[in-house]
C-alpha cells in the first residue's frame, strides 16, 4: 500500500498568516496532488506535479502556491490565509496520470 | 473542458436493495480513464474501480461499473446494499496521455438503512 503523509493534521492560524503543508509520499510515485474537500464542492484541485521541479496549476490555485522540492515532497504554501481557505486539505500522489491515486489523511485547515 | 457531473448528492435506501449511482462525463478526448473513488466517514478516499475499456464490465468488491463512451457513462452498481456500504462516492475522470490531472464529481453520498 503506497504511504502518503501530511503534516500537520490539524492546523489553525489568523488572516492573513502563513502556512505550509507538507506531504511525502515514499513510493517513488512521480505524480503528487494537492486537493481540497469541501461540503457541495466535493474534491478540488489546486496544484499538482509530475515530477521534482514541475509545477502545474490546478482548478482553484488561487490564493495558494506549491513546491515540489524532491520525488518525495510537496508542499502547499498559503502566504495570506484567508477564512475561505477553511478547509480539509488532501495530498495525493500516483504513478503515473492514470492509475490509482493514493490520498493521505488530510490536513484539517482553519483560518479564524 | 473536461468534466464529471454526479446527478445525485444524496442516495437513500434499505438495506438489501440495489444500488446504483449515476456518473457521465464530458471530454474531448477519445481515450478517457474513468474511476469511482469511496470514503468513508472520517478516512481518506480510496480506490474502488478503474476503467478505460468500452462496453467492459469492471467488479471490485460487489460493486460493478461498465464504461459507455457512447453515452459517456459509467454507473456505479451493487445488487444488494449493505449498512456498510454507506459512504461518499466519487466518481473521477483522466485522459490518456495528459499530465495526470484526475478531474472527481461532486460526489454523491450513499446511505443504508436497516
Known amino acids: 500500500e503506497a504511504a502518503v503523509t501530511q503534516s500537520p493534521r490539524n492546523k489553525v492560524t489568523v488572516t492573513g498568516g502563513n502556512v505550509t503543508l507538507s506531504c511525502r509520499q515514499t513510493n517513488s510515485h512521480n505524480y503528487m496532488y494537492w486537493y481540497r474537500q469541501d461540503t457541495g464542492h466535493g474534491l478540488r484541485l489546486i496544484h499538482y506535479s509530475y515530477g521534482a521541479g514541475n509545477l502545474q496549476i490546478g482548478d482553484v490555485p488561487d490564493g495558494y502556491k506549491a513546491t515540489r522540492t524532491t520525488q518525495e515532497d510537496f508542499f502547499l504554501l498559503l502566504e495570506l490565509a484567508s477564512p475561505s481557505q477553511t478547509s480539509l486539505y488532501f495530498c495525493?500522489?500516483?504513478?503515473?496520470?492514470?492509475?490509482?491515486?493514493?490520498f493521505g489523511k488530510g490536513t484539517r485547515l482553519t483560518v479564524v | 473542458g473536461d468534466s464529471v457531473t454526479q446527478t445525485e448528492g444524496l442516495v437513500t435506501l434499505t438495506e438489501g436493495l440495489p444500488v446504483m449511482l449515476n456518473c457521465t462525463y464530458q471530454t474531448i478526448y477519445s481515450n478517457p480513464f474513468l474511476f469511482w473513488y469511496v470514503q468513508h466517514l472520517n478516512e481518506s478516499p480510496r480506490l474502488l474501480l478503474k476503467s478505460f475499456t468500452d462496453n467492459k464490465r469492471t467488479e471490485h468488491q460487489g460493486f460493478h461499473a461498465t464504461l459507455h463512451k457512447s453515452s459517456s457513462s459509467f454507473h456505479l452498481q451493487k445488487s444488494s446494499a449493505q449498512l456498510s456500504d454507506s459512504a461518499l462516492y466519487y466518481c473521477?475522470?483522466?485522459?490518456?496521455?495528459?499530465?495526470?490531472?484526475?478531474?472527481f464529481g461532486l460526489g454523491t453520498t450513499l446511505q443504508v438503512q436497516p
Open positions: 495525493a500522489s500516483s504513478d503515473a496520470g492514470n492509475t490509482e491515486v493514493f
Open positions: 473521477a475522470l483522466t485522459i490518456t496521455g495528459n499530465t495526470g490531472k484526475l478531474i
